[in-house]
């Protein structure tokens, strides 16, 4: 069982920045693919971004693309999602997420992550 912590959420106003954490309670994320989801009022879960553990590899939803970059940290213990240029839409909680590797593809759904944390919350005023 991987229990996940986030932090870093806040209050920011449009065109800020804001850096998300998350640490995981047991060895750290080595050998989890790990992935942001957000969620807002009355919306669904959506994929905002991934980090492979094979190859390291990065995908990225495309409400955030060029906006938004995942880490992690080189000692596989935290991972980060740095928000640049934020927007009022993207007001939602964000939730970190980790799965077991099953392949070289990274998921970008929900569905497919094993651990969730209990989200953070991120409001963009204008």
């Known amino acids: 069982q991987v229990q996940l912590i986030e932090s870093g959420g806040g209050l920011v106003q449009a065109g800020g920045s804001l850096k998300l954490s998350c640490t995981a309670s047991t060895r750290g994320f080595a050998g989890y693919n790990v992935a942001w989801f957000r969620q807002a009022p009355g919306k669904e879960r959506e994929f905002v971004a991934a980090?492979?553990?094979?190859?390291?590899?990065?995908e990225y939803g495309d409400s955030i693309l060029g906006r938004f970059t995942i880490s992690r940290a080189d000692a596989m213990d935290a991972l980060y999602l740095q928000m640049n240029n934020v927007r009022p839409e993207d007001t939602a909680a964000y939730y970190c997420?980790?799965?077991?590797?099953?392949?070289?593809?990274?998921?970008?759904?929900?569905?497919?992550?094993?651990?969730w944390g209990q989200g953070t919350q991120v409001t963009v005023s204008t």
């Open positions: 980090l492979g553990w094979i190859g390291s590899r990065e």
């Open positions: 997420a980790a799965a077991a590797v099953r392949s070289t593809i990274i998921p970008v759904t929900a569905e497919q992550y094993d651990y």
